[in-house]
C-alpha cells in the first residue's frame, strides 16, 4: 500500500505479510528452510473462505501556519494516489516480476478533499 | 557334488548382483529407467503440459529447490546435523536425502542406489541444473510409483503398469497393462506430496509444504458440501491439464483472491480546532482456494 501526491511524491508505505511462519520446534527463533523447519509458531496466511480486513488511514499533507495571528492548517496536497497491490513473492525481496514475484493484484484509487 | 556346490556358490554370489543390476547408480541410469519420451506419441498434449511443469523439474523447480538442496546438504548434513555421519559427500547416502526426495523425487528411493544419492548431492553443491533436470516427477512418478496408497488393498505398484482411468492393454513397449487407480482423481493423491505438516517418519524431520493439512483442516470444513479437489482447479477449470499451474499462472492467481478496495477521504475531527484531512482505505482479501495462500 502506498500513497503518493499527484507530483509522485510517497506520503505513506506500508506492506502486510502473509505466510505461514515457522520454527525448528525447540526455540522461539523463525527459521526458513525445510530441513530445519519442523512446526508453525504463527500463521497470518490467507485463509480458506475468510476474508481479511485491512484499514489505513492516512493523512494528506499539511502544515499549521500562522495568518493573521491565526493558526491555519494549509494542506500542501489535496489530492491522492492510492496504490495497492497484492503480491506473491517467493523472497523478501520483490526481485523480478514473473520470476520473483507475482502480482495477483493492482489498482489506483484517488481521493480527494475539499 | 563339488559342480552342485560351485553352482550353488556361483548362485549365491549372482543373486545380490542380480538385485543391485536393478537399482540405478547414477543419474543416467535412473532416467533411462524412468524414460517417458514414448509417453508423448500417444499422449502429445499432456506431455508437452507437463513437459513446462514444475513437476518436471522437481529438483530444480524456480532454482529456489536446488538453493534448498545445497542448503540442507551442506549446511544441513554437514553442517548442522552433527550426528547425521556426512562431513563430506562421500559419507552421504540415500537415507540422508529420504526427507527431501519422499516427494521430489521419490523414484530416487525406490530405485536408486547411495551412488546415485552422492551424484546428485554432488549435482546440487555445482547448482547443476541441466544435469538435474534429468530426474523429475514424470509419468511414471505419477501413474505409477504415487500411485496406490492402499498397499494392504491394492498391493505395491506393478511393475508394467500404467495405473490411470481405464482398464486393459496399454499400447508401450514397456508399460503394457492400463490399471484403474483408486485415487487418480482424488485430492489425497497430490497431499501424498503437498504434504501435512512435519515428515515425522524421518530420524531428522522436515516441514516442506503443508498445503493438504490445510486441505483437509481448513478447507473442507468451510466449504460444506462444494468440496473439489486439487484436480478440479488446477488441471480442470481453465483446461491446464499436466501443467498444474499455481501462482505463476495468472487464471490461477486471479481465481485463487478476491480483492476489493474502496478509499474515501474526509476531515477527521478528533477535537474542536484539529480537523485532520485524511484518507481511509479499505481492503478485502478473500482467499478463493482449497487451502491457505501461500502454501505449497
Excluded at chain 1, 72 to 90: G, S
Excluded at chain 2, 149 to 159: A, C, L, Y
Excluded at chain 2, 197 to 205: A, R, V
Aim: glycine share 8%; charged share 30%.
Amino acid at each position: 500500500m502506498t500513497a503518493k501526491t499527484k507530483d509522485g511524491k510517497e506520503v505513506f508505505k506500508d506492506s502486510k505479510i502473509y505466510m505461514p511462519q515457522a520454527t525448528n520446534s525447540r526455540g522461539d527463533a523463525m527459521i526458513y528452510g525445510a530441513h530445519f523447519k519442523m512446526g508453525y509458531v504463527r500463521d497470518t496466511s490467507l485463509q480458506p473462505f475468510q476474508t481479511r480486513v485491512e484499514t489505513y488511514e492516512i493523512k494528506f499533507p499539511y502544515e499549521d501556519v500562522e495568518k493573521e495571528g491565526k493558526l491555519v492548517r494549509d494542506i500542501k496536497a489535496k489530492e491522492m494516489d492510492i496504490i495497492v497491490e497484492l503480491r506473491y513473492q517467493l523472497d523478501p525481496a520483490p526481485g523480478e516480476e514473473g520470476k520473483d514475484s507475482f502480482t495477483f493484484f493492482k489498482t489506483i484509487k484517488t481521493v480527494s478533499i475539499q | 557334488m563339488k559342480r552342485l556346490l560351485l553352482l550353488i556358490l556361483a548362485m549365491l554370489i549372482a543373486m545380490p548382483l542380480t538385485a543391485s543390476a536393478k537399482k540405478a547408480r547414477s543419474i543416467d541410469e535412473l532416467a533411462k529407467m524412468y524414460d517417458v519420451s514414448s509417453c508423448k506419441q500417444c499422449h502429445p498434449k499432456q506431455y508437452e503440459e507437463w513437459e513446462k511443469s514444475i513437476h518436471a523439474q522437481s529438483l530444480v523447480g524456480t532454482r529456489r529447490t536446488i538453493g534448498g538442496f545445497k542448503g540442507m546438504i551442506e549446511g544441513g548434513l554437514m553442517k548442522a546435523f552433527t550426528k547425521a555421519g556426512v562431513k563430506e559427500v562421500k559419507d552421504i547416502k540415500l537415507e540422508h536425502l529420504a526427507y527431501c526426495f519422499k516427494c521430489h523425487a521419490p523414484h530416487v528411493l525406490k530405485d536408486g542406489t547411495d551412488e546415485l544419492a552422492r551424484e546428485l548431492a554432488e549435482a546440487f553443491i555445482r547448482a547443476d541444473a541441466e544435469t538435474l533436470k534429468k530426474v523429475s516427477i514424470n509419468c511414471i512418478v505419477c501413474h505409477n510409483t504415487k500411485a496406490i496408497v492402499h498397499k494392504w488393498q491394492d498391493g505395491e505398484p506393478e511393475p508394467g503398469v500404467i495405473y490411470g482411468s481405464k482398464e486393459g492393454p496399454h499400447g508401450d513397449p514397456k508399460y503394457k497393462t492400463l490399471k484403474k487407480s483408486g485415487i487418480m482423481s482424488e485430492a489425497i493423491m497430490c497431499g501424498q506430496c503437498h504434504g501435512l505438516g512435519p515428515n515425522l517418519e524421518f530420524p531428522q524431520p522436515s516441514q516442506c509444504g503443508t498445503l493438504y493439512g490445510s486441505y483437509l483442516h481448513s478447507y473442507v470444513p468451510s466449504a460444506g458440501i462444494a468440496v473439489e479437489t486439487c484436480q478440479d482447479c488446477h488441471m480442470k477449470k481453465d483446461n491446464k491439464g499436466h501443467l498444474m499451474p499455481a501462482y505463476r499462472d495468472k487464471d490461477m492467481a486471479k481465481r485463487a483472491v478476491d480483492v476489493e478496495v474502496s478509499a474515501k477521504a474526509y476531515k477527521f475531527l478528533l477535537r474542536a480546532g484539529d480537523s485532520i484531512p485524511m484518507a481511509v482505505v479499505t481492503v478485502r482479501l478473500t482467499n478463493k482456494a482449497g487451502h491457505r495462500i501461500p502454501d505449497g
